[in-house]
């Protein structure tokens, strides 16, 4: 055991067997199980709403989540002698999701249905406590989008990344003012607002092949782990469903089937209706990754633009005729 880890492990009521590093944390193998101990990233309140959020929702019955652990002094942060703070969450001896397996894609987007539904039932239970976040802003966005081709245009002299960056900003641009003008068409529609209701409820808020774990017990049975809640909110549940299904289509090759198995199999559990699938189909049309790629070249230092960008660039570029596919089917779906 690491002295200066020491007095941290012993804060819990847990025996350590062994410590591991894993990807920006700790894993602790212990007898009451495996634990993942990591410097906390938002603020003490947060944490608190976290742990609360997750003690509604493991007591409604969905338990496979990596609860917050408070340690001996009912805390849920625990500071090492050199005042690092750690928050301790339980876990689980599994692996990622496969999004490239048809059956771990089946048990994820189950898995998604079966979480928004008691998300729902807590929400309700506690209607008024917390208040509804609308995620999607996409006039703020276009703004961004402005900004960040001022800058480019006004830079001397341009780099490569710079030069493509303009010559492909019109085509993305004018997808984002539609999506803009789709999205407020929609908000004021009364049918549209009823469907958006009917979606109210806790959303994971990153809901990707990283925060589904697959477990296999010893008979060959496949359990679904949850995890990664740092960005749970209450708000439009679609806006889960819309990004396990952007990330999975997209790392199935923007697999047209993937995307119609993913809205059938969330439609048996979680009906949709034709608002929800235009609604889906208006977040996916937002250039969401050219958008990305724009904060990224705005954050990182100008002296030097990673060949990594321009390769990102590039390949949006290329991929933008099968996401165009993907999207046509998308606006033709019909859920049965």
């Known amino acids: ?25 700790m894993l602790l193998a212990t007898k009451q199980g495996l634990f993942h101990l990591q410097t906390p990233e938002v603020s003490e309140n947060r944490l608190l709403a976290e742990y609360q959020f997750k003690e509604r929702l493991y007591d409604a019955g969905f338990t496979r989540i990596d609860r917050c652990m408070k340690n001996k002094h009912e805390s849920l942060v625990t500071f090492d002698r050199y005042n690092n703070p750690y928050v301790l969450r339980s876990y689980f001896e599994a692996r990622e999701c496969n999004v490239t397996n048809p059956e771990e894609v089946m048990l994820a987007v189950m898995n998604l249905a079966n979480f928004h539904m008691f998300g729902r039932k807590v929400w309700k239970e506690t209607e008024g406590d917390v208040h509804v976040r609308v995620t999607v802003d996409f006039r703020r966005r276009n703004q961004e989008l402005k900004r960040v081709r001022t800058f ?11 030069t493509l960056y303009l010559d492909v900003y019109e085509h993305f641009y004018e997808q984002a003012l539609r999506c803009e003008e789709l999205y407020m068409q929609n908000a004021n529609s009364h049918r549209n607002k009823e469907s958006f209701e009917c979606h109210i409820g806790y959303c994971h808020g990153m809901y990707n092949q990283h925060s589904v774990l697959i477990e296999q017990l010893d008979n060959g049975e496949l359990l679904v782990d949850t995890v990664g809640f740092d960005k749970f909110h209450v708000g439009n549940q679609l806006g889960d469903l819309y990004h396990f299904l952007r990330k999975t289509v997209e790392k199935n090759n923007y697999s047209v089937e993937v995307m119609q198995e ?18 889906i189909y208006n977040l996916y049309s937002y250039p969401e990754k050219f958008y990305k790629i724009s904060n990224q070249y705005m954050n990182a230092p100008k002296s030097w633009i990673s060949p990594k960008m321009e390769e990102k660039l590039r390949k949006l570029v290329k991929d933008e005729e099968k996401k165009a596919l993907v999207l046509e089917k998308l606006s033709q779906c019909k859920i049965e």
Not at 152 to 162: D, G, H, I, L
């Open 1 to 25: 055991m690491s002295d200066k880890m020491s007095e941290v492990y012993e804060a819990y009521d847990i025996e350590l067997i062994r410590a591991m590093r894993g990807r920006g944390a």
């Open 262 to 279: 993913i809205l059938s199999l969330y439609h048996k559990q979680c009906p949709l209706s034709e608002q929800d699938i235009n609604y």
């Open 152 to 162: 480019v245009t006004n830079r001397r002299p341009k780099r490569e990344f710079e």
